[in-house]
């Protein structure tokens, strides 16, 4: 068996798959948690109570798998996520997430000062606060005190290198996603680091999704002693994992992912830079990722549900279900800035058009359709770089749980959507980049088209949402020309 930790936005997952990479039944576990947000855009992480869910997780594996030892451990993580280490490796900051916005000013002048489309061809990444050149110029500025104790900045992934081994690597795939990292050369880009300030010696040295870890440290290995000398593969970045594990791993097929944010991507071994308006982040030194993602998702979702006190599952998912575009509300859904295709992360949450008689599920239903309309921006962009005839294969736990919005999705394209059956792609995708890494089973290995139910598009619902988004784009233009 494999065993595939999924350190979320959302929660700690640890789940069991056999060499085939199907699930193994009762060898699953999962713990949530929820970030801390605060008025000025904060969005942090405590990276002990993560660390916690973790090991909670890995408690539950160990207890469940004793019978039928793990081969190995493939981890995948969110990427973006920045982490301040003492020199001791302990953590010495919160996480800092991609929706965090604190630093909006500082890429701003980034973004005055440098040549961003020179760096977004190199970087594969915008200037923009979900990475961590705008971060690390706002901490320095905002908290000289806490910078000072930090001997080097990594992410969740090192911490839980460094806590069960002694010593940790970033793998080229969460690199890629840290605005740090020249694409062609896969060493971290000078200017980037300067723009930052600072230097190659206050990051982790750079290492291979393949390079595995041996040897808990003794405390560990008593505490899982299945799991003592297995290896441990490097984490990769989220979005990557959640390609594989949903069989999107060339331009045939394109993954849309609904979790707590929302994505668009495809793997394809060219050498060209993104469009703009889209990035470029890495699975490896082989494959790169194309694509672009939401600060909005499930988050927007769960948003609506708790602020309008929505409790009945069922009821709200029938009144979704209604005419497309039926609500006379237009939304712009920057609940945690904007990230594609626009990249402005000062960008907040607008909702015009109420009236008296507006309902909560309206209310709902527009927000759902306005990240749908965003998600057909960024398609409009990604399309070009898949081959004729793609899939559309979505997951995500957002979605899955939602046919409506599947739907509303799938009008919104105007393609077909197949959700995947797959509950747990990011996971799955860990446990197949492991086996790939064992030289089980290689991750290219063809595949049928996924099984899932398929969402087709109607002429009409797509006819509103081309309305729908002209509407949200001249309110966009309206409120930031």
């Known amino acids: 068996m494999i065993l595939a930790l999924d350190i979320g936005t959302s929660s700690a997952r640890a789940t069991a798959f056999d060499d085939t990479g199907h699930a193994v039944d009762g060898l699953f576990h999962r713990v949530p948690y929820e970030v801390s947000v605060g008025r000025d855009g904060a969005v942090e992480h405590d990276p002990r109570r993560l660390l916690e869910a973790i090991t909670t997780c890995l408690d539950a594996a160990q207890a469940r798998g004793r019978r039928q030892p793990f081969r190995a451990v493939g981890v995948a993580t969110f990427w973006h996520g920045l982490l301040g280490f003492d020199a001791n490796g302990h953590p010495a900051t919160p996480v800092y997430m991609w929706g965090d916005t604190r630093s909006a000013p500082d890429a701003r002048i980034l973004g005055s000062a440098l040549d961003e489309a020179a760096l977004h061809a190199r970087t594969g990444c915008h200037l923009h606060p979900s990475y961590w050149p705008a971060k690390l110029r706002w901490l320095a500025r905002d908290r000289p005190a806490q910078t000072r104790r930090v001997a080097r900045w990594g992410s969740i992934g090192e911490l839980l290198e460094l806590e069960l081994f002694g010593t940790a690597g970033t793998s080229i795939s969460m690199a890629s996603g840290t605005g740090l990292l020249d694409q062609e050369t896969l060493a971290w880009d000078g200017e980037s680091l300067a723009a930052a300030g600072i230097d190659e010696a206050r990051l982790f040295p750079l290492s291979e999704r393949t390079?595995?870890?041996?040897?808990?440290?003794?405390?560990?290995?008593?505490?899982?002693?299945?799991?003592?000398?297995?290896?441990?593969?490097?984490?990769?970045?989220?979005?990557?994992?959640?390609?594989?594990?949903?069989?999107?791993?060339?331009?045939?097929?394109?993954?849309?992912?609904?979790?707590?944010?929302?994505?668009?991507?495809?793997?394809?071994?060219?050498?060209?830079?993104?469009?703009?308006?889209?990035?470029?982040?890495?699975?490896?030194?082989?494959?790169?990722?194309?694509?672009?993602?939401?600060?909005?998702?499930?988050?927007?979702?769960?948003?609506?549900?708790?602020?309008?006190?929505?409790?009945?599952?069922?009821?709200?998912?029938?009144?979704?279900?209604?005419?497309?575009?039926?609500?006379?509300?237009?939304?712009?859904?920057?609940?945690?800035?904007?990230?594609?295709?626009?990249?402005?992360?000062?960008?907040?949450?607008?909702?015009?058009?109420?009236?008296?008689?507006?309902?909560?599920?309206?209310?709902?239903?527009?927000?759902?359709?306005?990240?749908?309309?965003?998600?057909?921006?960024?398609?409009?962009?990604?399309?070009?770089?898949?081959?004729?005839?793609?899939?559309?294969?979505?997951?995500?736990?957002?979605?899955?749980?939602?046919?409506?919005?599947?739907?509303?999705?799938?009008?919104?394209?105007?393609?077909?959507?197949?959700?995947?059956?797959?509950?747990?792609?990011?996971?799955?995708?860990?446990?197949?980049?492991?086996?790939?890494?064992?030289?089980?089973?290689?991750?290219?290995?063809?595949?049928?088209?996924?099984?899932?139910?398929?969402?087709?598009?109607?002429?009409?619902?797509?006819?509103?949402?081309?309305?729908?988004?002209?509407?949200?784009?001249?309110?966009?233009?309206?409120?930031?020309?």
């Open 211 to 481: 390079d595995a870890r041996r040897s808990l440290r003794p405390s560990w290995a008593r505490r899982w002693p299945t799991l003592r000398d297995v290896p441990w593969f490097p984490a990769v970045g989220d979005g990557a994992a959640s390609n594989v594990g949903a069989d999107c791993t060339d331009p045939s097929r394109v993954a849309l992912n609904v979790g707590t944010s929302a994505a668009l991507r495809i793997v394809t071994e060219t050498t060209a830079p993104p469009p703009w308006g889209l990035w470029r982040y890495r699975l490896d030194r082989r494959a790169s990722l194309i694509g672009g993602a939401l600060s909005e998702g499930g988050n927007a979702y769960a948003w609506c549900r708790k602020v309008l006190r929505l409790t009945d599952d069922a009821a709200t998912e029938a009144a979704l279900a209604t005419a497309a575009d039926d609500h006379g509300l237009s939304v712009l859904p920057f609940f945690a800035g904007e990230r594609a295709p626009g990249w402005r992360g000062d960008r907040r949450a607008v909702l015009d058009g109420l009236t008296l008689d507006t309902t909560p599920v309206a209310i709902v239903r527009a927000v759902l359709e306005a990240v749908a309309l965003r998600l057909a921006l960024v398609y409009t962009l990604l399309e070009p770089r898949a081959t004729p005839g793609h899939l559309v294969v979505g997951s995500g736990g957002a979605l899955v749980a939602s046919a409506a919005w599947a739907q509303i999705i799938a009008d919104a394209l105007d393609r077909p959507l197949i959700v995947s059956r797959e509950e747990e792609a990011t996971s799955r995708g860990a446990a197949l980049l492991a086996l790939d890494a064992l030289g089980v089973r290689p991750v290219a290995t063809p595949t049928p088209a996924p099984p899932g139910t398929t969402f087709r598009p109607d002429p009409v619902g797509h006819a509103r949402s081309v309305a729908a988004l002209q509407r949200q784009q001249a309110l966009d233009r309206a409120l930031a020309p």
